[in-house]
């Protein structure tokens, strides 16, 4: 092959055959007819333009020759430049968009052209070179100027600059690189052994094994994209080969006898690097940037960046980096047990499956994509994104001072005879808003707040610190807290369980909202609260407005202040000695039983109003000392008939006024008792719709505190007779009769 033919042998080595170029031509021909009417000067460009499409389309088809080479270059400068002295010209100014346009259509031909001749850039032989004289030879088959074209060596390349070879001049060493960055491909194994810096800036391509030995020396092939067979390289430095897309036969990286500062097979598709069997150790590299599976070993310390970009699915595998500016996996599924060791951050942010996981970061661990957690898993870190991982079905540990876990729904057991466990280890402050089960157990042991809204807790258990705040659902039972009688705050958003909480000692406050049965049936709402003296450090009980109680029982505590809202069917409120302010806001819902209303031994509590109740069946209201005003609830909605219903209200210390009766004489007619400003109110109404609605049985006893003397002495109203007023002189009111002295 002649220089003079591989001097416009330009870009591509294997793509262009045949062409016809007739609508190129016959444009070019269309734009100089329209101009050669103004400019007799360009019907000769016309004619040498329609003469070399010719010549080219009848070359197309055979080989070219030095002679056909050269009349083609010839005839292309001329247009070239009579299109040039064209647009120069002065009687040319009306028309320099069509000139421009036409010397844009002739640079295409000359592209074309090199096209056509570089598919012929193809040495039909071996190349070695290992001496000046076979550099020489070379020189002779692969032109270097700045406008050859790169060439195919359709055999092997061998290059050696070691040993005796006499290659070693800075000159002779520029010399081969100039003819090593012409080759862009080789169709069989390319070797090279070189103690000195060799480019191969245009190779592209490699149909066989490629054999690099440079320890001494280096080779940079940045361009590299393909090698069909194995790749061994050894040698120090910078191994950098982004562009390297495939290595059918792998890549082994021998590091003896060399330092490997950085790596980057990033691009890799096929194949993958190893220092040995299952092994990639580089204990210099600072950078580590490949693809493919990793093998059983990584063991990169040095390297502040280590990103993988494979996506298959990563084996078991031990990863020892040190990932400080960063560390990346591209594989979205874990098939084996992955170790992962790294001083940085470790961004796993797209595996969405994996088997069991063992990381220890000085920086964020990122699985963020992560759906479950099935076999055990250890992760040591600064914080931690779990927020995708919806199940936990083996026993997790997870350090580190924050840890996202929005999305948990379940803590499920291991087997059938073993909890799965998640230990936290080091957050504060623990939110599972989505966790709606946990057969397994939860260890927070640093974690003063736990807030897990959906939970309803069953099996597992639930260790977090001492003096805590908690949030939950429902507690099916208080030894589901392991810590409950060290909790300060406890809230309940859907409490269904009937609940003790005398073991709570140490709680302060109380949020509870009970589970409304819906629709309402009779025996529905069973659940019971109960706070007792156990509570002795209660300062704050909150019922939910939205909710339900079956049985509300409030004895014996430390309580100041008691509100109640929802619904609640039966309210206990005894000897609770601190108790000032007791405020009804509850109410009663139809479909279930009627309501009991027991309020005794309170001796702060000054005013009672049960208007906000209705369907109420017992009121018993007694020995709260300073109780002075009582309402009745109300009568708008009554229990059924059958219904017994009892009210005594005693020993409290309501008002009023008795007026005693006169007792008539032969001269003067008998004058009634009165009772006047009695502060036990609206329960004559009350009484009157059960009796009017036909209960069998209907009892009542009513204490006006203020005067009880003076109805117990007014023997007039006592009197039997028609005016008999009092039935008995016990003080209390207690029958129809009596009934009549309170107030509508």
């Known amino acids: 092959m002649k220089k003079g033919l591989l001097g416009l042998l330009v870009v591509a080595l294997t793509i262009v055959g045949c062409q016809n170029y007739d609508d190129q031509f016959d444009d070019l021909n269309s734009k100089i007819s329209s101009l050669a009417t103004t400019v007799d000067g360009l019907l000769s460009v016309q004619t040498t333009v329609s003469a070399l499409s010719t010549k080219l389309d009848n070359l197309a088809s055979t080989a070219l020759t030095d002679s056909d080479l050269a009349g083609i270059l010839t005839e292309v400068a001329a247009v070239k430049q009579s299109v040039a002295d064209l647009s120069l010209a002065d009687d040319l ?6 000139v421009a346009d036409l010397d844009a259509e002739v640079d295409q031909i000359l592209e074309k052209l090199n096209e056509l001749l570089t598919a012929n850039a193809v040495i039909n032989q071996n190349v070695r070179i290992t001496s000046l004289a076979e550099l020489s030879l070379a020189e002779d088959l692969i032109s270097t100027g700045a406008d050859d074209p790169n060439v195919t060596i359709n055999g092997s390349l061998v290059v050696n600059t070691t040993g005796a070879s006499d290659i070693t001049a800075a000159a002779d060493v520029a010399r081969l690189n100039a003819v090593m960055d012409k080759i862009k491909v080789v169709m069989k194994t390319v070797t090279v052994t070189a103690d000195e810096a060799i480019t191969a800036a245009a190779l592209q391509y490699i149909q066989g094994d490629l054999d690099i030995n440079a320890a001494s020396g280096s080779v940079a092939a940045g361009a590299l994209t393909t090698v069909t067979g194995a790749m061994e390289i050894n040698q120090g430095g910078a191994l950098l080969m982004p562009t390297l897309n495939s290595v059918a036969g792998g890549i082994t990286i021998q590091t003896a006898g060399v330092t490997v500062t950085s790596v980057d097979f990033s691009g890799l598709t096929e194949g993958a690097a190893r220092t040995a069997d299952n092994t990639l150790a580089l204990p210099n590299a600072t950078s580590v940037k490949i693809s493919g599976v990793l093998p059983t070993t990584v063991n990169c310390p040095a390297a502040t960046t280590f990103v993988s970009n494979s996506t298959a699915a990563q084996t078991a595998c031990t990863i020892t980096v040190d990932g400080s500016t960063d560390f990346s996996l591209g594989s979205a599924t874990f098939s084996g047990d992955v170790t992962i060791t790294a001083t940085g951050a470790v961004n796993l942010a797209g595996v969405t499956s994996a088997k069991g996981l063992s990381i220890t970061s000085g920086g964020a661990v990122n699985l963020g994509g992560l759906t479950s957690i099935s076999s055990a898993t250890t992760i040591s870190a600064t914080t931690v994104n779990l927020g995708s991982v919806t199940a936990i079905a083996s026993s997790t540990v997870v350090t580190a001072t924050d840890v996202t876990l929005t999305g948990l729904t379940s803590v499920a057991s291991q087997t059938a005879n073993v909890l799965a466990t998640l230990t936290l280890v080091g957050p504060t402050s623990v939110s599972v808003p989505a966790l709606a089960s946990a057969a397994g157990n939860i260890v927070a042991a640093n974690a003063t707040t736990f807030a897990a809204v959906a939970l309803s807790t069953s099996t597992g258990t639930i260790d977090i610190a001492d003096a805590a705040t908690v949030h939950l659902k429902n507690l099916t039972a208080t030894p589901t807290l392991l810590d409950i009688a060290k909790i300060v705050n406890l809230k309940l958003v859907e409490q269904s369980s009937t609940i003790d909480f005398s073991v709570a000692a140490h709680l302060v406050t109380l949020d509870y909202t009970g589970k409304l049965v819906t629709p309402a049936v009779e025996n529905g709402q069973t659940n019971a ?15 939910g407005s939205a909710g339900g109680i079956g049985t509300l029982t409030v004895s014996a505590s430390t309580l100041t202040t008691l509100n109640t809202a929802g619904v609640i069917l039966n309210t206990v409120v005894t ?37 906000s109740l209705s369907k109420v069946k017992h009121v018993n209201i007694t020995g709260n000392a300073s109780l002075t005003t009582i309402a009745a609830p109300s009568a708008s909605v009554l229990a059924e008939p059958i219904t017994t219903v009892t009210v005594t209200i005693q020993n409290n210390d309501t008002g009023g006024t008795y007026t005693a009766a006169v007792a008539g004489t032969e001269t003067t007619a008998y004058q009634p008792a009165t009772l006047t400003g009695e502060t036990v109110t609206g329960f004559k109404g009350f009484i009157d719709a059960y009796v009017a609605a036909g209960n069998a049985t209907v009892t009542y006893s009513i204490e006006i505190d203020a005067a009880d003397a003076a109805i117990a002495g007014d023997t007039a109203a006592q009197a039997a007779g028609t005016t008999q007023q009092l039935t008995n002189n016990n003080a209390y009111i207690d029958s129809a009769k009596e009934l009549l002295l309170l107030t509508d």
């Open 575 to 611: 000897a609770n000695s601190a108790l000032e302010t007791f405020a009804f806001g509850h109410t009663h819902v139809n479909g279930d039983n009627a309501t009991v209303v027991d309020i005794s031994g309170n001796p702060k509590i000054t005013s009672v109003n049960l208007g």
């Open 529 to 543: 609260l109960t706070i007792s003296s156990g509570n002795a450090s209660l300062t704050t009980l909150t019922i």
């Open 93 to 98: 100014a009306g028309i320099e968009t069509e």
